[in-house]
T-cell receptor, first 114, second 115 residues
């Protein structure tokens, strides 16, 4: 069963607009972590933001915030005031408490238009 | 700031040849991971080291794949008798944390093309 689902293969957004990238997950564990990574065309995965399953507040890191809805098992990434440099692939990932692996979604390709 | 370094960046080989990739993690990181990523997909876990011990290996990994991390520093990933299906980006990541909130630092990957 697919554990991380990213339903948007690609998105076009106008520069300076906010954008929401969707992610839903599936786990029976109570303890888990959710991550968003950015992968530019250079190939390197860059950590953006983390949300723990017990965190009551939504995580924020600069222009990035994570809209965590535990009951719905969703962990959407919100990028405020998008910039041309935000154009990249974005991956949602999950790590369950007793598992060494990160489980990844298929990614969303975000293109920011000037 | 020296991040995770992978060598080579690109490798083209013929089917049946052996290839070896190297990963140098961030120096104080004791955890090292290898992932494989094919076009249009998220990465897939291959194997994990804590210091020099290989603690987990994916069931997806055939016997043609082997990884080592001598002395708990750099790591190598070898693929023997390469097949066209091995063509992918091979990503290495390292970390110093041990819980499920562990943030991984990735290298730029090695792109393997098997002809």
């Amino acid at each position: 069963a697919q554990k991380i689902t990213q339903t948007q293969p690609g998105m076009f957004v106008q520069e300076k607009e906010a954008v929401t990238l969707d992610c839903t997950y599936d786990t029976s564990d109570q303890s888990y972590g959710l991550f968003w990574y950015k992968q530019p065309s250079s190939g390197e995965m860059i950590f953006l933001i983390y949300q723990g399953s017990y965190d009551e507040q939504n995580a924020t890191e600069g222009r990035y915030s994570l809209n965590f809805q535990k009951a719905r098992k969703s962990a959407n990434l919100v990028i405020s005031a998008s910039q041309l440099g935000d154009s990249a692939m974005y991956f949602c990932a999950m790590r369950e408490a007793f598992n060494y692996q990160l489980i990844w979604g298929a990614g969303t390709k975000l293109i920011i238009k000037p | 700031d020296t991040g995770v370094s992978q060598d080579p960046r690109h490798k083209i080989t013929k089917r049946g040849q052996n290839v070896t990739f190297r990963c140098d993690p961030i120096s104080e990181h004791n955890r090292l991971y290898w992932y494989r990523q094919t076009l249009g997909q998220g990465p897939e876990f291959l194997t994990y080291f804590q210091n020099e011990a290989q603690l987990e290996k994916s069931r997806l990994l055939s016997d043609r794949f082997s990884a080592e991390r001598p002395k708990g520093s750099f790591s190598t990933l070898e693929i023997q008798r390469t097949e066209q299906g091995d063509s992918a980006m091979y990503l290495c990541a390292s970390s110093s944390e041990g819980q499920y909130n562990e943030k991984l630092f990735f290298g730029s990957g090695t792109q393997l093309s098997v002809l």
